[in-house]
Nanobody, 125 residues
Framework: QVQLVESGGGLVQAGGSLRLSCAAS????????MGWFRQAPGKERESVAS????????YYADSVKGRFTISRDNAKNTVYLQMNSLKSDDTAAYYC??????????????????WGQGTQVTVSS
């Protein structure tokens, strides 16, 4: 059974940093494109960052470019999201997603086969 478990969320002041982690249960982790998405109350789920399985090409939403960094450690079956210079607008539940052999449309939530339960990030101003 495929499982994704996020961790690292919490309460932080504006301008601070957090690092989210997403641990995957499947051994073929290196064949999965991984994405981070977020959803704030009353808003639609939006893409934050993604990293392609084959060449580790990354995608970032314009709102987080220069502040967030996605990375992966295939040996640990884990994807990370380093979040710096956090703003109150970054407050949301953050979800990890995985899709095997996905090469295109990394920023589209539709088609990601597996999702974690989410971790809450709250940025106080």
């Amino acid at each position: 059974q495929v499982q994704l478990v996020e961790s690292g969320g919490g309460l932080v002041q504006a301008g601070g940093s957090l690092r989210l982690s997403c641990a995957a249960s499947f051994r073929t982790f290196n064949t999965y494109t991984m994405g981070w998405f977020r959803q704030a109350p009353g808003k639609e789920r939006e893409s934050v960052a993604s990293i392609r399985w084959s060449d580790h090409t990354t995608y970032y939403a314009d709102s987080v470019k220069g502040r967030f960094t996605i990375s992966r450690d295939n040996a640990k079956n884990t994807v990370y999201l380093q979040m710096n210079s956090l703003k109150s607008d970054d407050t949301a539940a953050y979800y990890c997603a995985a899709d095997r052999y996905r090469n295109d449309g990394l920023n589209f939530a539709a088609g990601y086969a597996y999702w974690g339960q989410g971790t809450q990030v709250t940025v106080s101003s």
